[in-house]
């Protein structure tokens, strides 16, 4: 059964199975206005870190005119 959460929460701590530990994850309100749970916070932190570090790559490779 899911597990859905008050109108006031805003992240629980709860099981990533990505992470395989217990997480903060925020929780997502819909329309019918209980919340259920959302995406991890750790693993969207390594994804935009990586997004970033991505970026970085690019443009100091166009800096010195390298192709990728």
Known sequence: ???????NTVS???WCPKCQKFTQHSIDHGKEGGGRKGVC?????????????????????NLFGEST
């Not at 059964?1 to 109108?7: L, Q």
């Open 12 to 14: 629980a701590s709860l």
């Open 41 to 61: 916070q750790e693993c969207v932190a390594k994804l935009e870190a990586n997004r970033e570090l991505e970026l970085r790559r690019v443009k100091q490779a």
């Open 1 to 7: 059964m899911t597990e859905h959460f008050t109108r």
